[in-house]
């Protein structure tokens, strides 16, 4: 039988939490479907009651088809709590820098120490937890989840219900996303804010499988109404109403739409739990009915004018799916990732951030006709039938936790066969550099293909002995296959030509020599060297592929017959990992970061970054400019670079590094308003994807690969002219629209290069170079 538990402080049918509304209906409908669903939960009875007092029995019961177990809570450190708590609370109206803990270490720590507990919850857990196959914990920011998931080992997945709030930016928050095996998020929004605080790496970890409402297929009658408020004169806000939800503002932006439109006619009505003591609330036109019966709720969702919901903090709003499921429009803060995101991609309504503007369009609502609001509210009907349906998510829930086999990732079994050994030759393994990180990835799928596989380079970097060998003749046999890295001229290139196995050539590009003769001829002659070997290695290799078709046109000029596009792959998991918190904290200081990742050399010209962004300055005078790179102790170039920038009298707003640790450079990419490439010559361009992973609009010059590694994503540019560069870039980074549809157009590209894209691709080559098509079959 498989079992599957969800952690949750609080459960039952009458809780009002949209967390526990929602685990509710999650767990009742899978054990409906005959799941066996367990919810371990405490004796405490809602978030509004003392979080010390046992209220239910410890022991198990049977809710709506659920068992539940109860674990008794125990005393804590109130008082210290409250502390840690208000200070955190306090942080929320300021700027949160990401990756940086937002109070201090002892703060963080108590709010974790002292927060809800059940010890025989935990112990549990740990005892038990091979007992389930899946263990999912909600939401994020309690006791039995921030001390939970680790117990649960590789069983833990979290349904975190993330809002951007200070909690969100604690160190034990996000220790919670790297350990748990798996994320569902409620919608794209709260998957959107993820990554932005954890890193890229919460996409792939990550699903969306949204939730659902619940309304009647027919509008009630108006005779439901509550006395005084008319069908269609009035704006609605539906939930708690308090500041964390920012009702306080909605009142505001009330008030000014009334006084500032002396025609103004719409009424806002107010339902829900929580308490009004602002003066706000004494206005004309306010009517605060407080919590209503569900049948009033159902009649205020169908015959208002619109939806409104202020709060900045939701990863879901239940209330604006119903009432797009009722066909009315809504109005949402732009700031709130969650329902922002839904509003702009369903067109269902309008988001807008300051109380003028949300006056100004409580003025166009008021003025619009029924068909202009019926529109919007049947486009976010439309969306709400698809991201607020239950069965559809219950049938993502069962995909996701494994109750079913997914058609995506389903594979038909297979017996592995004893294959012959597929071994790689490249001049080099070092760390961070986009060749060997292919290779490595190669290594990988032909091991789990069932294939001996090893990479011999001439040369192996201090982080990667463990990961390749030095290539010595012989060390390759005469029957096993070979996949040559081709990139410059190496001693190598006569090994490879000798051997008489099957082989086959993966060309990364030779950059042109006359970018490094003025600063490094003897290197500018091996790469002179690498491109005349091409000719001679076309004669033996009959089997070709460029990461790009840029390169497979440079090979089909030299010779080799029909080479085939096997791309570089970008997995965002690869930085699953903190960035470093120093130097998160060193650049969200305000300033803006523009960045660019790759090696120092003249053919990427960072001395035009230099001169372009000497320019950019008389747009934003405190700008940095970031360049991340390796370059050898000395090396001309490199100097003459930052030569330049002090010529320019910018030195000190240039951030140049050669050597960074991961967690440096993920603290680059995840500050970055902008990564901006002068490069000449691109076989492919890695970063250009990574700055994709991490949602930093790309300013790149047109050349070479560049264009099909971009393929409409980004912007390009095909003139080096300093000022109207520098004028593009600035738009780039202020201008909200544009920055908005170049990040759209990056998250659709970005994903061509996932392993899962590019090993189709690859197995062709793998079958084309062996003639062996059980390779295909395993991985199909």
């Given at each position: 039988?498989?079992?599957?538990?969800?952690?949750?402080?609080?459960?039952?049918?009458?809780?009002v939490?949209?967390?526990?509304?929602?685990?509710?209906?999650?767990?009742?409908?899978?054990?409906?479907?005959?799941?066996?669903?367990?919810?371990?939960?405490?004796?405490?009875?809602?978030?509004?009651?003392?979080?010390?007092?046992?209220?239910?029995?410890?022991?198990?019961?049977?809710?709506?088809?659920?068992?539940?177990?109860?674990?008794?809570?125990?005393?804590?450190?109130?008082?210290?709590?409250?502390?840690?708590n208000?200070?955190?609370?306090?942080?929320?109206?300021?700027?949160?820098?990401?990756?940086?803990?937002?109070?201090?270490?002892?703060?963080?720590?108590?709010?974790?120490?002292?927060?809800?507990?059940?010890?025989?919850?935990?112990?549990?857990?740990?005892?038990?937890?091979?007992?389930?196959?899946?263990?999912?914990?909600?939401?994020?920011?309690?006791?039995?989840?921030?001390?939970?998931?680790?117990?649960?080992?590789?069983?833990?997945?979290?349904?975190?219900?993330?809002?951007?709030e200070?909690?969100?930016?604690?160190?034990?928050?996000?220790?919670?996303?790297?350990?748990?095996?798996?994320?569902?998020?409620?919608?794209?929004?709260?998957?959107?804010?993820?990554?932005?605080?954890?890193?890229?790496?919460?996409?792939r970890?990550?699903?969306?499988?949204?939730?659902?409402?619940?309304?009647?297929?027919?509008?009630?009658?108006d005779?439901?109404?509550?006395?005084?408020?008319?069908?269609?004169?009035?704006?609605?806000?539906?939930?708690?109403?308090?500041?964390?939800?920012?009702?306080?503002?909605l009142?505001?932006?009330?008030?000014?739409?009334?006084?500032?439109?002396?025609?103004?006619?719409?009424?806002?009505?107010?339902?829900?739990?929580?308490?009004?003591?602002?003066?706000e609330?004494?206005?004309?036109?306010?009517?605060?009915?407080?919590?209503?019966?569900e049948?009033?709720?159902a009649?205020l969702?169908?015959?208002?004018?619109?939806?409104?919901?202020p709060?900045?903090?939701?990863?879901?709003?239940?209330?604006?799916?119903?009432?797009?499921?009722?066909?009315?429009?809504?109005?949402?803060?732009?700031?709130?990732?969650?329902t922002?995101?839904?509003?702009?991609?369903?067109?269902?309504?309008?988001?807008?951030?300051?109380?003028?503007?949300?006056?100004?369009?409580?003025?166009?609502?008021?003025?619009?006709?029924?068909?202009?609001?019926?529109?919007?509210?049947q486009?976010?009907?439309?969306?709400?039938?698809?991201?607020?349906?239950?069965?559809?998510?219950?049938?993502?829930?069962?995909?996701?936790?494994?109750?079913?086999?997914?058609?995506r990732?389903?594979?038909?079994?297979?017996?592995?066969?004893?294959?012959?050994?597929?071994?790689?030759?490249?001049?080099?393994?070092?760390?961070?550099?986009?060749?060997?990180?292919?290779?490595?990835?190669?290594?990988?799928?032909?091991?789990?293909?069932?294939?001996?596989?090893?990479?011999?380079?001439?040369?192996?970097?201090?982080?990667?002995?463990?990961?390749?060998?030095?290539?010595?003749p012989?060390?390759?046999?005469?029957?096993?296959?070979?996949?040559?890295?081709?990139?410059i001229?190496?001693?190598?290139?006569?090994?490879?030509v000798?051997h008489?196995?099957?082989?086959?050539?993966?060309?990364?590009?030779?950059?042109?020599?006359?970018?490094?003769?003025?600063?490094?001829?003897?290197?500018?002659?091996?790469?002179?060297?690498?491109?005349?070997?091409?000719?001679?290695?076309?004669a033996?290799?009959?089997?070709?592929?460029?990461?790009?078709?840029?390169?497979?046109?440079?090979?089909?000029?030299?010779?080799?017959?029909?080479?085939?596009?096997?791309?570089?792959?970008?997995?965002?998991?690869?930085?699953?990992?903190?960035?470093?918190?120093?130097?998160?904290k060193?650049?969200?200081?305000?300033?803006?970061?523009?960045?660019?990742?790759?090696?120092?050399?003249?053919?990427?010209c960072?001395?035009?970054?230099?001169?372009?962004?000497?320019?950019?300055?008389?747009?934003?005078?405190?700008?940095?400019?970031?360049?991340?790179g390796?370059?050898?102790?000395?090396?001309?170039?490199?100097?003459?670079?930052?030569?330049?920038?002090?010529?320019?009298?910018?030195?000190?707003?240039?951030?140049?590094?050669?050597?960074?640790?991961?967690?440096?450079?993920?603290?680059?990419?995840?500050?970055?308003?902008?990564?901006?490439?002068?490069?000449?010559?691109?076989?492919?361009?890695?970063?250009l994807?990574?700055?994709?992973?991490?949602d930093?609009?790309?300013?790149?010059?047109?050349?070479?690969?560049?264009?099909?590694?971009?393929?409409?994503?980004?912007?390009?540019?095909?003139?080096?002219?300093?000022?109207?560069?520098?004028?593009?870039?600035?738009?780039?980074?202020?201008?909200?629209?544009?920055?908005?549809k170049?990040?759209?157009a990056?998250?659709?590209?970005?994903?061509?290069?996932?392993?899962?894209?590019?090993?189709?691709?690859?197995?062709?080559?793998?079958?084309?170079?062996?003639?062996?098509?059980?390779?295909?079959?395993?991985?199909?």
């Open positions: 039988m498989i079992r599957t538990a969800f952690v949750i402080p609080w459960f039952g049918r009458d809780l939490g949209g967390a526990e509304q929602h685990v509710f209906q999650v767990t009742t409908r899978l054990a409906a479907r005959g799941y066996h669903v367990e919810v371990l939960t405490t004796c405490g009875r809602a978030f509004q009651d003392d979080w010390e007092r046992n209220h239910f029995p410890e022991g198990v019961s049977e809710d709506s088809g659920v068992l539940v177990r109860r674990f008794r809570l125990r005393r804590r450190d109130r008082t210290a709590f409250d502390i840690a208000g200070k955190l609370s306090a942080r929320n109206e300021h700027p949160k820098p990401v990756g940086v803990c937002p109070v201090s270490e002892a703060a963080a720590r108590t709010f974790v120490d002292e927060n809800i507990h059940a010890p025989t919850l935990l112990d549990y857990l740990e005892r038990e937890r091979n007992a389930y196959q899946s263990i999912v914990f909600a939401p994020y920011l309690y006791g039995p989840t921030l001390l939970g998931v680790e117990r649960a080992g590789d069983r833990a997945f979290l349904q975190p219900l993330l809002h951007d200070t909690y969100a930016y604690l160190p034990a928050v996000e220790s919670i996303f790297r350990k748990a095996k798996g994320i569902f998020f409620i919608s794209e929004g709260e998957a959107m804010l993820a990554a932005r605080l954890f890193g890229p790496s919460m996409w970890k990550g699903r969306v499988i949204g939730g659902g409402g619940e309304v009647t297929e027919s509008a009630p009658a005779e439901g109404l509550p006395a005084g408020i008319g069908p269609g004169n009035y704006l609605l806000y539906l939930g708690r109403r308090d500041r964390t939800k920012n009702t306080d503002f009142l505001r932006a009330f008030q000014r739409y009334r006084t500032s439109h002396p025609a103004a006619r719409l009424q806002l009505v107010l339902a829900g739990p929580g308490d009004l003591a602002w003066s609330a004494k206005l004309d036109s306010v009517a605060d009915l407080g919590l209503v019966p049948a009033t709720k009649a969702l169908a015959h208002c004018r619109a939806l409104v919901q709060s900045r903090n939701e990863s879901y709003s239940r209330t604006m799916m119903e009432s797009w499921l009722y066909g009315r429009p809504v109005l949402v803060h732009d700031e709130c990732l969650a922002s995101l839904a509003v702009e991609s369903s067109g269902g309504g309008w988001t807008a951030s300051s109380e003028a503007e949300w006056a100004e369009i409580f003025a166009r609502i008021d003025a619009a006709d029924d068909a202009t609001l019926g529109d919007r509210g486009r976010g009907k439309a969306y709400a039938r698809e991201h607020a349906d239950w069965e559809k998510a219950i049938d993502r829930y069962e995909e996701a936790l494994g109750l079913r086999p997914s058609p990732t389903s594979r038909p079994p297979f017996r592995r066969p004893a294959l012959r050994a597929i071994h790689q030759l490249s001049a080099g393994l070092d760390y961070g550099d986009a060749i060997s990180n292919q290779a490595l990835f190669i290594a990988e799928v032909l091991r789990d293909l069932g294939h001996r596989s090893e990479i011999f380079a001439e040369h192996i970097g201090p982080a990667m002995v463990d990961l390749g060998q030095p290539f010595a012989g060390a390759i046999a005469p029957g096993d296959a070979l996949l040559y890295h081709h990139g001229g190496t001693p190598l290139t006569a090994h490879a000798r008489p196995g099957p082989k086959a050539i993966v060309y990364h590009n030779i950059t042109p020599a006359h970018f490094f003769e003025p600063w490094e001829p003897s290197f500018a002659k091996l790469l002179d060297h690498g491109r005349k070997d091409l000719h001679e290695l076309a033996v290799f009959p089997v070709s592929a460029g990461d790009s078709t840029f390169n497979t046109d440079e090979l089909r000029d030299a010779g080799f017959k029909d080479p085939m596009v096997v791309p570089i792959f970008v997995d965002p998991m690869r930085w699953a990992q903190p960035a470093d918190p120093e130097w998160m060193m650049l969200q200081d305000g300033r803006s970061n523009l960045l660019f990742v790759g090696r120092v050399a003249p053919n990427k960072q001395h035009h970054l230099v001169q372009a962004f000497h320019e950019y300055l008389r747009h934003d005078a405190a700008a940095r400019l970031i360049l991340v390796l370059w050898a102790d000395g090396h001309p170039y490199a100097r003459f670079v930052r030569e330049e920038a002090d010529r320019l009298g910018i030195g000190p707003q240039l951030l140049m590094t050669s050597r960074v640790t991961d967690g440096q450079l993920l603290a680059c990419y995840r500050t970055a308003h902008l990564f901006w490439s002068m490069s000449e010559h691109e076989g492919f361009c890695v970063p994807i990574e700055a994709m992973w991490f930093v609009p790309v300013l790149a010059y047109r050349s070479s690969a560049v264009p099909e590694t971009l393929a409409g994503a980004g912007l390009m540019f095909t003139e080096k002219k300093w000022p109207e560069l520098a004028a593009l870039a600035h738009l780039l980074i202020e201008d909200k629209e544009l920055r908005g170049v990040v759209a990056q998250r659709a590209r970005r994903a061509t290069f996932l392993p899962e894209a590019v090993l189709p691709a690859f197995i062709d080559l793998i079958r084309a170079m062996t003639g062996d098509t059980s390779s295909v079959r395993a991985a199909s």
